[in-house]
C-alpha cells in the first residue's frame, strides 16, 4: 500500500509539472485503463505502477475539467448579468469589495456553458457589502485567466488555476447589481465572528493576527506584519495551518479520552482511545471549517484523518506509510496543490521531523525539542529559497519560541473565546483580548530578532544547486556513523555561493518584458543591468511586476535607466522607479537631445544611447553577435533585430512590447510572455518565456504554442 501510494502520488506530481497542452478524452481513457490492465495482470508486489497510471489518469482529468469551467480566450471582455452566491469572505477595501462568485445561470449575454465554476469579482465603489452566501444579481465585464509571464515574476495564471478559478471579472452596471436572498455558508459564520473581534478589539494592530488564527480572516494583518513573519521563518504559525489543525485534535483528543475514562460504563462500551480520536477528528473537523475549508486546511484535516483513521481501524500504519498515505489522499482530493509551496514545505517540515525522530530513544526536555527545531529550519532551506528567494537563518531560534507561546498562550483562547461567543460575548472578547496581548510581546521579540540578524537575500539558484543542498539536507539527517557528514555544510552552502541564474546568466542578453502595454527592456551581462521603457503605471507598474523581481532574483545592480519617451505607455513606471532607485543613472527623455550620448559598458556588452529627434531616445545593444536596437515603437527604420513597441497607434488595448526579427517576422510578449534576447555564438537566439514555462493553465494563442516557432 505504501508504494502504491507513493506512485499515485508520483503520477500526479509528474502530469502537474510537465503538461504543456490539453488533453483530450483519448489521452485520458487510455492511460486509465493502462493502469486498470496493469492492476489486473501484474503480479502481486508490481502491481504499483498501475497506481502511478491511475494518478496520471487522475491529475489528466482534473486538467480537462479545470480547463472546460475556464471562460475561453474568444469570450475575454464578455458583458453578461449572472445570478449566483458569494461563495468567499469579502475583502473590503476604501475603493472595493473583492470576492468569488459562482453563477448559477445567465440572465443575460452570451456565454457557453459550462459556466466558471468561480469568478474573482472586484466591485469598485461598491454600494453594498455582499456577505459570504447571499445570492445576487451582477453584471459583470468577463476577462479570461490571463497574467503577465516574465521570468521570476508572480504568475498570476498558475495561481489562479490553482485556486480552481475559471475568469476573473468587475461589476459594470452598480444600479443593476440586486441582492436576490441571503443564504447560509460556513463563511457568514466566519465573517460574523471576525466582526466580533473587530469589535471587541477595536483598532489594536494585532486584530488581523487575531482574526487570521481563529477564522483565517488575513486582510488586516499589515505588510511590515507579514515582513517580520517571512524574515523570522514564522508566517505559518500566524494563519491556520496542520500545526493548528494538529494541535487542536490532539488537545481535544486527549481532553475527551481523559474525561470518556472517568466513566466505566462509556469505557465497557467504547474504549478511551476511539472516543478520543473521534473527537480530535471532529474537533480538526470543526477548525479546518473555521478556516472556510480552504485548500491548506484541507490537506491538514486529511493528514489528520488518515492518522486518526488508522487508529480507528486498528491497523499497524507505520509513520511513513501514513504520509504517504495522507499525500495520496491530498492529492486525490486536489491534484494540483503541487502549483503551491504549502503543499511541498507541509509535507517536507513532516518528512523532516519523521527523519529526525523515527527509530530513535524518545528523549525528554527542550535540548530535543530545540534539535527538531534546528532540523526544521536547515531542511527547508532548499525549498524556501526556491519559493520565496530568502532564507531566514532566524527561523530555529524564532520558532522555538513563537510554537510554544502560539500553541499555549494564543490558540487555546482564540478558540476557546469562538466556542464562547454564541453563549457569554463578555467572556469571549476577554479571552481575545488575552490572546492579542500574547501576539503583542511574541511580535516584538519577532521584531527585535528581525531587526538583529533577518533573512539573507539570495539569487534563484539552479536546479543542479537545490539538487545537491537536498543531498546536504539528507547528509544533516542521516545517522552519525554515516560516512562524509561533513559535506552537508558545504553542499547547503550553494544556496549561497552557487546560484546558477545569478547575474542574469552566462551570457549577455536583453530581455523584453510582458507588462500588459508599453515597452520595458533590460540588458544585463555580468552584475550590472540597464534598463530601457517604462511600461504602464498604476498598481500593477512595470517596475514591481517585472524589473525588481528580476534584478532580486538574479542579484543585478540597476546601473542606469533610459527613458525613452515621455509619454504613457513608455513611462508609467517611471516614478515610481526613480524611488526605489535614486542611485541609478537616469537619463533620456526630459533632457536635451543635442548633448553628447552616454555609452554605458556591461561585460561583454556595449550599451550606446542614440538620440532619435522630438526628445525621443534609442538603445543600441552590441555585443559578439551583432547589434540589437531597441526603440520606442517598431516604426522606426533600422536594421537587424529591433525591440519596440507595437500596435500602440492603432488601439491602446493592443499595444505590447515585441521584438522584428531580421526576416520580418513579429514576436509580442503579451503572446508570447517575457522575450529573452540570448549572445548565441555569432547570433541573437530570441527564447520565448512561454516556451520555456509554459503550462496547461497559460492562456495562448495556437501560434504561441507551435513548437520551433523561435
Same mark, same amino acid.
Given at each position: ?322 504520509? #504517504? !498515505? %495522507?499525500? *495520496? =489522499? @491530498? ?5 494540483? &496543490? /503541487? ?125 543542479? #544547486? !537545490? %539538487?545537491? *543542498? =537536498? @543531498? ?5 539527517? &542521516? /545517522? ?49 543591468a540597464v534598463v530601457y521603457g517604462g511600461g504602464p503605471g498604476g498598481g500593477l507598474d512595470a517596475a514591481s511586476v517585472a524589473v525588481e523581481p528580476f534584478l532580486e532574483a538574479r542579484g543585478l545592480t540597476l ?81 537587424g533585430l529591433v525591440v519596440g513597441a507595437a500596435g500602440c497607434d492603432e488601439d491602446r488595448q493592443a499595444c505590447s512590447a515585441a521584438v522584428e526579427l531580421k526576416d520580418g517576422r513579429l514576436l509580442r510578449s ?41
Amino acid at each position: 500500500m505504501r508504494a502504491g501510494s507513493l506512485a499515485f502520488a508520483a503520477g500526479i506530481v509528474l502530469v502537474v509539472s510537465v503538461l504543456r497542452e490539453p488533453p483530450g478524452a483519448f489521452s485520458v481513457a487510455a492511460v486509465a485503463a493502462s493502469g486498470v490492465v496493469w492492476g489486473l495482470l501484474a503480479p502481486r508486489g508490481w502491481r504499483w505502477p498501475a497506481a502511478g497510471l491511475l494518478g496520471c489518469a487522475w491529475a489528466l482529468l482534473s486538467a480537462c475539467w479545470l480547463l472546460a469551467h475556464e471562460l475561453a480566450p474568444s469570450h475575454d471582455g464578455t458583458d453578461a448579468c449572472l445570478e449566483g452566491q458569494v461563495v468567499s469572505v469579502p475583502e473590503i477595501e476604501s475603493h472595493r469589495a473583492r470576492f468569488e462568485f459562482r453563477p448559477d445561470g445567465v440572465l443575460d449575454g452570451e456565454l457557453l456553458e459550462p459556466l466558471p465554476r468561480r469568478i474573482r469579482v472586484d466591485w469598485y465603489g461598491a454600494t453594498e457589502e455582499p456577505a459570504p452566501g447571499e445570492r445576487w444579481q451582477l453584471c459583470l465585464r468577463l476577462r479570461a485567466p490571463d497574467g503577465f509571464l516574465n521570468p521570476e515574476g508572480f504568475d498570476y495564471q498558475r495561481w489562479l488555476f490553482q485556486r480552481r478559478i475559471g475568469a476573473t471579472a468587475y461589476v459594470r452596471e452598480a444600479e443593476q447589481a440586486e441582492r436576490l436572498s441571503g443564504g447560509w455558508r460556513i463563511d457568514s459564520v466566519r465573517t460574523r465572528i471576525a466582526d466580533a473581534m473587530a469589535e471587541r478589539l477595536g483598532d489594536s494592530r494585532y486584530l488581523g493576527l487575531v482574526q487570521g488564527l481563529g477564522v483565517a480572516v488575513r486582510d488586516r494583518i499589515g505588510d511590515d506584519q507579514w515582513e517580520v513573519l517571512s524574515v523570522t521563518g514564522t508566517a505559518h504559525l500566524l494563519a491556520i495551518s496542520g500545526l493548528h489543525i494538529g494541535l487542536v485534535a490532539g488537545l481535544a483528543g486527549t481532553l475527551a479520552g481523559g474525561l470518556w475514562r472517568v466513566v466505566p460504563s462509556l469505557v465497557r462500551r467504547v474504549p478511551a482511545l476511539i472516543a478520543g480520536t473521534l473527537a480530535g477528528a471532529l474537533a480538526a473537523a470543526g477548525y479546518a471549517a473555521l478556516a472556510g475549508f480552504t485548500l491548506p486546511t484541507q490537506r491538514a484535516l486529511l493528514m489528520v484523518l488518515v492518522f486518526a483513521g488508522a487508529l480507528l481501524l486498528r491497523r499497524p500504519l507505520s509513520p511513513w506509510h501514513s504520509l #504517504a !498515505v %495522507a499525500a *495520496a =489522499a @491530498v492529492l486525490a482530493l486536489d491534484p494540483w &496543490a /503541487p502549483l503551491g509551496a504549502g503543499f511541498w514545505l507541509s509535507f517536507g517540515a513532516v518528512a523532516i521531523i519523521l527523519a529526525a525522530t523515527t527509530g530513535r530513544p524518545m528523549q525528554r526536555g527542550p535540548l530535543p525539542w530545540l534539535r527538531i527545531q534546528v532540523l526544521v529550519g536547515v531542511g527547508m532551506l532548499p525549498a524556501t529559497a526556491v519559493w520565496f528567494g530568502h532564507l531566514p537563518l532566524l527561523s530555529p531560534l524564532a520558532n522555538l519560541v513563537a510554537v510554544p507561546w502560539v500553541s499555549v498562550s494564543v490558540v487555546p483562547l482564540i478558540l476557546t473565546g469562538v466556542a464562547l461567543q454564541p453563549v457569554v460575548p463578555e467572556w469571549s472578547g476577554g479571552l481575545w483580548q488575552g490572546a492579542d496581548a500574547a501576539l503583542g510581546v511574541l511580535m516584538r521579540v519577532l521584531s527585535a530578532l528581525a531587526e538583529f540578524l533577518g533573512a539573507v537575500e539570495v539569487p534563484t539558484p539552479s536546479v543542479g #544547486a !537545490v %539538487a545537491l *543542498a =537536498a @543531498v546536504g539536507v539528507a547528509l544533516v539527517l &542521516a /545517522p552519525r556513523a554515516v560516512p562524509g557528514r561533513w559535506l552537508a555544510g558545504p553542499l547547503l552552502a550553494l544556496l549561497l555561493l552557487g546560484p546558477g541564474s545569478s547575474g542574469g546568466g552566462p551570457s549577455g542578453r536583453v530581455v523584453v518584458f510582458d507588462t500588459g502595454g508599453g515597452l520595458t527592456a533590460l540588458a544585463c551581462d555580468g552584475r550590472q543591468a540597464v534598463v530601457y521603457g517604462g511600461g504602464p503605471g498604476g498598481g500593477l507598474d512595470a517596475a514591481s511586476v517585472a524589473v525588481e523581481p528580476f534584478l532580486e532574483a538574479r542579484g543585478l545592480t540597476l546601473k542606469a535607466w533610459l527613458v525613452p519617451r515621455e509619454q504613457a505607455p513608455w513611462d508609467g513606471a517611471v516614478a515610481e522607479a526613480r524611488q526605489r532607485w535614486d542611485d541609478a543613472e537616469w537619463r533620456g527623455a526630459g533632457q536635451d537631445t543635442t548633448a553628447e550620448a552616454t555609452e554605458w559598458s556591461l561585460g561583454r556588452l556595449t550599451l550606446q544611447e542614440t538620440p532619435l529627434g522630438d526628445e525621443e531616445w534609442g538603445l543600441d545593444v552590441e555585443g559578439e553577435a551583432g547589434t540589437v536596437s531597441l526603440r520606442p515603437d517598431l516604426e522606426n527604420d533600422t536594421k537587424g533585430l529591433v525591440v519596440g513597441a507595437a500596435g500602440c497607434d492603432e488601439d491602446r488595448q493592443a499595444c505590447s512590447a515585441a521584438v522584428e526579427l531580421k526576416d520580418g517576422r513579429l514576436l509580442r510578449s503579451d503572446e508570447q510572455g517575457a522575450l529573452t534576447l540570448i549572445e548565441d555564438g555569432d547570433a541573437w537566439r530570441v527564447d520565448s518565456e512561454l516556451q520555456r514555462r509554459g503550462r496547461v493553465y497559460h492562456q495562448a494563442s495556437p501560434a504561441a504554442l507551435a513548437p520551433g516557432m523561435l
